[in-house]
T-cell receptor
Framework: GQQLNQSPQSMFIQEGEDVSMNCTSSSIFNTWLWYKQDPGEGPVLLIALYKAGELTSNGRLTAQFGITRKDSFLNISASIPSDVGIYFCAGQLYTSGTYKYIFGTGTRLKVLA | EAQVTQNPRYLITVTGKKLTVTCSQNMNHEYMSWYRQDPGLGLRQIYYSMNVEVTDKGDVPEGYKVSRKEKRNFPLILESPSPNQTSLYFC????????????FGEGSWLTVV
């Protein structure tokens, strides 16, 4: 199945640093979603984006819907230890007569205190 | 509270013994879907349903069945489980159509021995 290109795959950062990750695709999406998943748990929605160019914040998290509608990024400012986890993007597109969600492979974030 | 509920959360079973993983959502969503998540492979769609009595195969449907007799429930059935179906399974739901957000259950860890 189709997957979004998400990078980086993993990263170690120091507490207090800012983090940036992104997802890209050759397809055009009408919605971009960002999730955090803790080990063994279900993905929890962080930010939803519905319009090209939209920039949305949720606390220390900021995400943007790319102008071309083919990419999105997520920034985390001033990281803290509880930011550890897997972050992944999801895009919704219209294909073959139906709407479909496509997922990134995830960015594993490790924060060093 | 809006949620997607899966049961069981954890299950160890033997090869060939039929099992059902239930999924229920209380958000009146038309769209429901099952995914499996394996290391390095991300989320892969098993089956999805656009509404009651409407189901379609996802990317990895072999060895699975689903039904959608009621809007809120979407059980996943493994008629004859095999070890390669050992995985973490997620149920998810959303409103149908574009510009919607998909919500996940907490996951079901399934081990087939």
């Amino acid at each position: 199945g189709q997957q979004l290109n998400q990078s980086p795959q993993s990263m170690f950062i120091q507490e207090g640093e800012d983090v940036s990750m992104n997802c890209t695709s050759s397809s055009i999406f009408n919605t971009w979603l960002w999730y955090k998943q803790d080990p063994g748990e279900g993905p929890v929605l962080l930010i939803a984006l519905y319009k090209a160019g939209e920039l949305t914040s949720n606390g220390r998290l900021t995400a943007q819907f790319g102008i071309t509608r083919k990419d999105s990024f997520l920034n985390i400012s001033a990281s803290i230890p509880s930011d550890v986890g897997i972050y992944f993007c999801a895009g919704q597109l219209y294909t073959s007569g139906t709407y479909k969600y496509i997922f990134g492979t995830g960015t594993r974030l490790k924060v060093l205190a | 509270e809006a949620q997607v509920t899966q049961n069981p959360r954890y299950l160890i079973t033997v090869t060939g013994k039929k099992l059902t993983v239930t999924c229920s959502q209380n958000m009146n969503h038309e769209y429901m879907s099952w995914y499996r998540q394996d290391p390095g492979l991300g989320l892969r769609q098993i089956y999805y349903s656009m509404n009651v009595e409407v189901t379609d195969k996802g990317d990895v449907p072999e060895g699975y069945k689903v039904s959608r007799k009621e809007k809120r429930n979407f059980p996943l059935i493994l008629e004859s489980p095999s070890p390669n179906q050992t995985s973490l399974y997620f149920c998810a739901s959303s409103f149908a159509g574009g510009g919607n957000t998909i919500y996940f259950g907490e996951g079901s860890w399934l081990t087939v021995v």
